[in-house]
């Protein structure tokens, strides 16, 4: 019997010792994010190779759909759980596309260029000050140079 050797995981880089049905294709360790993640990559490899998968299963719905006219029409009504958990979910989405449509608005208003123009005035205005105190300081080592009795005081 062969003994299983401890592997590296492709996420976290820990070593584990893997299943014994899944070693020679385990990639993963057991945790449950790197689980997670080896999944959507796998789930994104397969999408990549099927690029048209939803568009043909898209036609396979509508034409099943035809032969079941009053399936969709009462589903909602034959899952109440799934109604609550859906409408909970559509509250959110506007709340965040609420949210979303006023962040939206403070970038317009400091898109706007009076605003720009105060800024481009409050950066002027720090350079100015800046110079000003560059000048003043500047006046200070002269005078205290050119007047020695300034240092006795
Ligand atoms: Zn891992």
Redesign the pocket.
């Known amino acids: 019997m062969k003994k299983i050797s401890k592997k590296q995981?492709d996420?976290?880089h820990?070593t584990?010792l893997p299943d014994v049905r899944a070693w020679r294709q385990q990639k993963?360790?057991f945790?449950e994010?790197?689980r997670k993640k080896r999944k959507s990559r796998a789930q994104l490899k397969w999408f990549l190779r099927h690029p048209d998968y939803h568009e043909s299963r898209k036609i396979k719905i509508k034409n099943w759909a035809k032969d079941y006219p009053d399936y969709w029409r009462f589903w909602r009504k034959r899952h109440p759980e799934y109604v609550e958990r859906d409408n909970l979910r559509r509250q959110q989405s506007y709340q965040n596309l609420k949210i979303s449509a006023k962040q939206n608005g403070i970038i317009k208003i400091s898109d706007q260029p009076e605003v720009k123009t105060l800024q481009v005035l409050q950066e002027f205005s720090a350079k100015q000050n800046l110079i000003y105190r560059r000048l003043e300081t500047l006046f200070n080592v002269l005078s205290q140079k050119s007047s020695p009795q300034s240092k006795s005081i």
């Open positions: 995981c996420f976290c820990s584990f993963t360790c945790k994010s790197c």
